[in-house]
Structures are given as structure tokens and as C-alpha cells.
Nanobody, 120 residues
Framework: QVQLVESGGGLVQAGGSLRLSCAAS????????MGWYRQVRGKQRELVAA???????NYADSVEGRFTISRDNAKNTVVLQMNSLKPEDTAVYSC??????????????WGKGTLVTVSS
């Protein structure tokens, strides 16, 4: 069994910062890419940021320069530091991991999500 658990969401004023964390646990052999996605009710889920096991990163244009993704491979964690938040960043943020389990099965796993609300 593999679990991804997010933490760090909440309510913040525009211009403020939040730090989201995600920890993967269970029968994990290795993790390839990890990422953060967000979804607003009624809209499609969108990629916010992703990071490879080697540290390569990819950001949505809307968050470039404001958000930073990082990971700790030894602890199987990924962090999204969000600065200069805007009301349009309000969404449910979910952690994602492309990983290999000990039985050599490769799958994508998702956390349950954490709500980020940015007030104007």
C-alpha cells in the first residue's frame, strides 16, 4: 500500500505565502516525478509544478516566479512554497507521485488534496 498525505493548506490573504508538504509512504522502491496539481470546482485539474528525481522542475506559466517546488528523495517528500498568492490561486491542491513499488509495479498515486483559499 502506498499513501500520499498533504498538509499545509489554509486561508491566506492575497500577497501572502503558504507552504504545502506531501509525504509518500508505504512499499515504495523508488519515485520518479512528483508534482502538485490544483483543481477548482467545475474546472479541469491543472499541473502547478513538477520535479523529477534529479531535481528538474516544470511550472505552470501562471505560477512561474512565485511558486517553488522541491523534494527530499531520502524522505520521499515534496514541498510547494507558494509566495505572492493571488485569489485565482484558490483551489484544492493535490500531490502526485509516479513511483515504483517493491513488486516492480509502476503507477501514479494521488493524495486526497488540501484546500488553499486566497482572499482579496
Amino acid at each position: 500500500q502506498v499513501q500520499l498525505v498533504e498538509s499545509g493548506g489554509g486561508l491566506v490573504q492575497a500577497g501572502g505565502s503558504l507552504r504545502l508538504s506531501c509525504a509518500a509512504s508505504g512499499a515504495i522502491f523508488s519515485i520518479n516525478a512528483m508534482g502538485w496539481y490544483r483543481q477548482v470546482r467545475g474546472k479541469q485539474r491543472e499541473l502547478v509544478a513538477a520535479i523529477t528525481s534529479g531535481g528538474g522542475t516544470n511550472y505552470a506559466d501562471s505560477v512561474e516566479g512565485r511558486f517553488t517546488i522541491s523534494r527530499d528523495n531520502a524522505k520521499n517528500t515534496v514541498v510547494l512554497q507558494m509566495n505572492s498568492l493571488k485569489p485565482e490561486d484558490t483551489a484544492v491542491y493535490s500531490c502526485n507521485a509516479d513511483l515504483l513499488t517493491y513488486d516492480q509495479s509502476r503507477s501514479m498515486y494521488w493524495g486526497k488534496g488540501t484546500l488553499v483559499t486566497v482572499s482579496s
